[in-house]
């Protein structure tokens, strides 16, 4: 089973700092990276798959890169709604994994 | 508009069985695999299981495998759980994710619906 570790576990932010979160998988992934926003009370929503394709109506704001087995995830300019948990996933290898995740807070 | 609505889920007693519910609409649901993610109280994401298109094909986490069986029917537009042998531990808020590629699969989940909470509890 492949293990994604994510930090920092927490990340202190005002709105309009950038944002760099990390996913770092035990054994490639290639590309077959994702990353999920979920606020409070509410499901997860995919922001990136692949490591880099923005999926449909998230904004510019939101990035990904990396392959093998470091990833990050950036947010260039915090918004109000942007302070969430972001989980990555991956689809390389069975069975589909998470990592922890990290959380971005108001700071 | 895409919708995902689960039900069934509730408080049940440790081996007791439960069967979940995912009612779709806004899609066309038979073109498309679909999954079950949970994650337990204040807890990350775990992957449970997957299904394909006319549900001739399933994978299942190690952690249920032999006591959940998901299934659909297409004509209903419905996805379902059915969990048996529950164990303290499966207690978790239990998502049905439609797979974001269409016909074949890339396993990434979008969207979600809201969740549905199974507690195990005696």
């Known amino acids: 089973e492949i293990l994604l570790t994510q930090s920092p576990a927490t990340l202190s932010l005002s709105p309009g700092e950038r944002a760099t979160l990390s996913c770092r998988a035990s054994?490639?992934?290639?590309?077959?990276l994702a990353w999920y926003q979920q606020k409070p009370g509410q499901a997860p929503r995919l922001l990136i798959y692949?490591?880099?394709n923005r999926a449909t109506g998230i904004p510019a704001r939101f990035s990904g890169r990396g392959s093998g087995t470091d990833f990050t995830l950036t947010i260039s300019s915090l918004e109000p709604e942007d302070f969430a948990v972001y989980y990555c996933?991956?689809?390389?290898?069975?069975?589909?994994?998470f990592g922890g995740g990290t959380k971005v807070e108001i700071k | 508009e895409v919708q995902l609505v689960e039900s069934g889920g509730g408080l049940v007693q440790p081996g007791g069985s439960l069967r979940l519910s995912c009612a779709v609409s806004g899609f066309t649901f038979s073109s498309y695999w679909m999954h079950w993610v949970r994650q337990a109280p204040g807890k990350g994401l775990v992957w449970v299981s997957r299904?394909?298109?006319?549900?001739?094909?399933?994978s299942y986490a190690d952690s249920v495998k032999g006591r959940f069986t998901i299934s659909r029917d297409n004509a209903k537009n419905t996805l379902y759980l059915q969990m048996n042998s529950l164990r303290a531990e499966d207690t978790a808020v239990y998502y049905c994710?439609?797979?974001?590629?269409?016909?074949?699969?890339?396993?990434?989940?979008?969207?979600w619906g809201q969740g549905t909470l199974v507690t195990v509890s005696s």
């Open positions: 054994q490639s992934v290639s590309s077959y």
């Open positions: 994710a439609r797979d974001l590629g269409v016909p074949v699969a890339k396993n990434w989940f979008d969207p």
């Open positions: 299904i394909n298109s006319d549900g001739s094909s399933t």
């Open positions: 692949d490591a880099s």
């Open positions: 996933q991956q689809r390389n290898n069975w069975p589909l994994t």
